[in-house]
């Protein structure tokens, strides 16, 4: 498999690295989706000085500028299969939870093919609330209480017997929408009855948990096994507008460098929720092989989860990967192959990343306007909703970019992407100008707190 290339005995310069090619198999890679989780996952790849070409399916504007983009939906699973055949791809990566959730990761493994990411028993760390909770209970892993419901009318009576704000989450997979944080018996109730009753997101169950409070923060670790390898923290921004203000996204912004976040908290994080998911996981035998993404909070009463995702956040990843100076190829190589990994390491700095969302979003957009001005942009610049159409990058989606800089600290990170954003020009894009404003203006970071809610 691979791209095999005449190569010479010297060492010669491949993506910008100086290395010794005699006898150097390049490698193929399919990077499965099409959001800013992907962009920023091809970008990583185009790094390694070990790969040679690289796919994106369905892809975007902006993983085309790197990639050779596939027409295929992600949850293509025959599709992609056969492509990855024909194609002798040696390794595929994949980014959505829609698609491990169907069964990818089996299917690829079956064919005898390479993969990066979790089977569908494994998926179910996310794609189960209630699975979720029951691992959680039985390991010993900090949550909040829970009861499960599929009865309308038995779990409208258990919310009426409990305090608001209650939280009520569709059971299954519901793209970032089965999540509501219900203040009274009227909001309740409704919520309940368009999961239960009319069935929103598909027929299904609700786990309703009591409300957590305090500052929501991201922990995603590269999993094989029992091996957890961490990336740095991260901490997303939900609301549409400043100030925490409007509905939620699937993220407005992320950075990294959290002040809030002390060693011991990171050791608990780290040892009692993210090494407890993976090992018991193992005991369930249904083992990890790909991202584990802890949304976790620190309550006053200490660290606990409000949700496990089984892939790459967003937009999270877009503020993590550029901080790895490792070659992601060999840790996504080792996790497929069930081995040990080697130990990643991260740059001393911080990255802050703005989104650039479609007026009207998360709501009702139109698409098609024109960008200008990314030419100028110095630093990353994640593509999330674009196409090119009649040679002009055009909007094409919900949240249409991110721009993403980088710092020695918070404040640096976050002045040197606003200088950036601001280049960037489009009638129809909005995008928060507060990204960060919990680290760095508010009085207490326990005051800044977040309201539970589901990860993209």
């Known amino acids: 498999m691979g791209l095999v290339y005449p190569l010479p005995t010297q060492k010669t310069a491949v993506r910008g690295k100086e290395i010794n090619l005699e006898n150097y198999l390049m490698k193929t890679v399919l990077v499965v989706g099409g959001g800013g989780r992907e962009h920023a996952i091809v970008d990583a790849l185009n790094r390694s000085p070990q790969v040679g070409k690289i796919y994106c399916a369905p892809g975007n504007a902006g993983t085309g500028l790197l990639a050779e983009n596939v027409p295929l939906k992600d949850t293509d699973v025959e599709g992609l299969k056969a492509f990855a055949l024909e194609h002798e791809v040696d390794l595929t990566v994949v980014g959505p939870e829609a698609a491990l ?7 690829f493994r079956a064919a005898g093919l390479k993969i990066f990411g979790h089977t569908a028993s494994a998926t179910r760390i996310e794609s189960s609330k209630e699975f979720a909770k029951e691992l959680m209970a039985k390991y010993g892993i900090p949550t909040a209480a829970y009861r499960s419901f599929e009865d309308f009318g038995k779990a409208l009576e258990y919310v009426s017997g409990r305090p608001f704000p209650a939280v009520i989450k569709y059971d299954g997979l519901a793209a970032g929408k089965g999540v509501v944080i219900a203040q009274d018996m009227e909001e309740a ?5 368009d999961m239960l009753l009319d069935e929103a997101f598909g027929k299904g169950r609700v786990v309703i948990e009591d409300y957590l409070t305090g500052p929501e923060f991201s922990f995603l670790c590269f999993v094989e096994g029992t091996n957890v390898y961490p990336m740095p923290l991260s901490q997303d921004h939900k609301r549409a507008f400043d100030g925490d203000k409007g509905p939620n996204t699937g993220g407005m912004g ?4 959290l002040p809030f976040i002390t060693a011991d908290d990171w050791e608990f994080a780290f040892r009692e929720i993210m090494c407890k998911a993976a090992a018991g996981m193992v005991a369930e035998g249904c083992p990890l092989s790909g991202v584990l993404y802890g949304g976790l909070m620190k309550t006053p009463q200490g660290i606990k989860v409000i949700e496990f995702n089984a892939r790459f956040g967003d937009p999270e990843t877009e503020v993590v990967l550029p901080l790895l100076e490792s070659d992601i190829f060999d840790i996504f190589d080792a996790v497929a192959s069930g081995r040990e990994a080697p130990a990643p390491v991260w740059k001393d700095a911080v990255t802050l990343g703005v989104v650039l969302a479609s007026k009207g979003y998360p709501g009702k957009y139109e698409k098609g306007f024109a960008i200008s001005g990314l030419d100028d942009v110095k630093g990353r610049v994640y593509h999330m909703g674009t196409a090119f159409r009649d040679g002009s990058l055009v909007t094409n989606g919900g949240r249409v970019l991110m721009v993403v800089g980088t710092g020695a600290d918070v404040a640096d990170a976050r002045a040197n992407v606003y200088r950036e954003v601001a280049k960037i020009a489009c009638e129809n894009l909005f995008y928060r100008n507060d990204i960060a404003h919990c680290a760095l203006d508010c ?10 809610s589901e990860g993209i």
């Open 443 to 452: 009085h207490s970071m326990l005051d800044c707190h977040s309201e539970q």
């Open 101 to 107: 959730a169907v069964g990818i990761v089996d299917a």
């Open 254 to 257: 992320a950075y990294t460098g």
């Open 189 to 193: 109730r409704a919520a309940l009855s």
